[in-house]
């Protein structure tokens, strides 16, 4: 490994005590247990390795890491270069991650854990590189990145994949985004920047200007045509359409996971009574109108929401290289820039980044997709096609979009470890 920012490019390793005196945890040794692989990427900036302690001030509660050791596996967080620096530009962070999973490949059997069994776990960007490693995993795409960091001669492949609220799919989550809220035009934006290697997100009001809803419209239009050349069913075997004007069944489809949302919220004791956009009648949801879902839980982003016209977003940054901070990345934008001379990232970059282009037969079988009820960060379009383009290969795919939830992760640990627990036992 030749590492070219080491406050990044490390890896935390933990074994539960109880393998260093030959013992085991929740049926594992330290030879069968599964290795926990989470990642603290977040806005695509730098995420530093992961280590064991509260999930926040004064909460009192262990965080994931911590949970995993209590439950017998080993953990392994690796960190990974983020946008802010000059060469963590995309693809860097994944090509970190895929390096680290090589490196406990290559020395599985020095190490404590089973390699064959590595779970990752990300939350929003995190959650879509988390995703990514699950998808693409020993695609030939990366193995020039990947030789020139002096990754192990190993293979890259993880078993399972958590991955909350993923913000991935890039090159249509601007099209999507708009898909589901065309026509709200307040909104409440969030901020984000780095200060002191934290996160740090401030909320911002405001009111679409004309342009905007210009860009909007022009966005929403593409959407249909995207969706429709997927050619993704249902488990019902319903193809998912969406007509010109953006209505159809995959709307439907949307519509029925956050009825289902609700009806278990209703089966445990919420109030949803102020909930607008929902009809319930005799205790059983009936219906959600998607539409009205929108205006009800608010814009969060202007229009465009990732690939900026004036390459002002956290995703513009993570599509620069080295001599240039900021690029587009979707055809859309570059023609509408408001930026003389902008530049366009590279198609193959693009690629590289979305977990969308690389599902394929075989490979990771298991993935727990989370995306917040409440969650206005991307479209809940671009998490549903994930999961349905997931199942259309045969994987195995539990997805579903909790109740009251915004873009967070990590909020439902009982249950994913639940899930892990489930898989871990399969081939």
């Known amino acids: 490994m030749k590492p070219t920012d080491t406050r990044y490019q490390i890896m935390n390793v933990y074994i539960p005590e109880a393998y260093f005196q030959g013992g085991s945890v929740n049926g594992f040794t330290k030879d069968t247990a599964p290795i926990f692989f989470p990642n603290n990427v977040g806005g695509y900036m730098p995420g530093e390795a992961g280590q064991p302690e509260t999930d926040s001030p004064g909460s009192g509660k262990p965080n994931a890491i911590a949970v ?28 970190d991650l ?24 990300g939350t929003s960007a995190g959650g879509a590189l988390s995703a ?20 192990a001669n190993a293979t890259d492949d993880v078993f399972a994949v958590s991955a909350y609220c993923p913000i991935t799919n890039l090159e249509h989550a601007d099209a999507a985004y708009e898909w589901q809220f065309n026509g709200v035009n307040d909104y409440e934006k969030i901020d984000i920047a780095m200060l002191d290697y934290h996160v740090q997100r401030k909320t911002v009001r405001g009111t679409q200007t004309a342009e905007q809803i210009r860009l ?10 995207y969706v429709n050349s997927l ?21 439907a489809q949307i519509e029925s996971m956050l009825a289902q949302s609700a009806q278990k919220a209703l089966g445990e004791g919420k109030d949803l009574s102020g909930q607008t956009w929902l009809t319930i009648e005799n205790g059983k949801v009936k219906a959600a109108d998607f539409s009205a879902y929108a205006q009800f839980v608010g814009r969060q982003k202007t229009a465009p929401a990732f690939d900026g016209v004036d390459l002002s977003t956290g995703e513009n940054n993570l599509f620069g290289d080295a001599q240039t901070q900021a690029k587009h990345f979707t055809a859309f934008s570059a023609q509408n820039s408001t930026i003389s001379g902008a530049q366009t990232a590279d198609a193959a970059t693009v690629r590289i980044m979305n977990a ?10 298991h993935y727990r997709i989370r995306a917040g009820e409440n969650d206005r960060d991307t479209s809940l379009a671009v998490s549903q096609l994930l999961a ?40």
């Not at 490693?133 to 193995?143: D, R, V, W």
């Not at 909007?216 to 045509?225: E, I, N, Q, V, W």
């Open 68 to 95: 995993a050791l209590s439950q017998g596996y080993v953990v392994a967080s690796a960190g990974a270069r983020g946008r802010t620096e000059a060469n963590g530009r995309a693809p860097a962070a994944i090509v």
């Open 98 to 121: 895929k390096a680290a999973v090589r490196y406990l490949k290559a020395n599985d059997a020095q190490m404590a854990g089973n390699a064959g069994k590595i779970i990752s776990n």
């Open 132 to 151: 990514l490693l699950g998808t693409s995993g020993n695609a030939p795409e990366y193995a020039p990145y990947l030789r020139a960091l002096g990754a």
């Open 216 to 225: 909007s419209d022009g966005l929403k239009k593409l959407f249909p045509a």
């Open 231 to 251: 050619k993704l069913k249902n488990a019902q075997g319903v193809l998912m359409t969406l007509d010109k004007n953006g209505n159809g069944s995959f709307k």
């Open 356 to 365: 969308m282009n690389f599902i394929k037969q075989g490979g990771t079988q």
């Open 388 to 427: 349905l383009n997931l199942q259309a290969h045969g994987k195995n795919v539990d997805y579903a979009l909790p109740w009251g939830v915004g873009h967070s992760g990590d909020y439902d640990l009982d249950e994913l470890f639940a899930w892990m627990q489930s898989v871990a036992v399969q081939k």
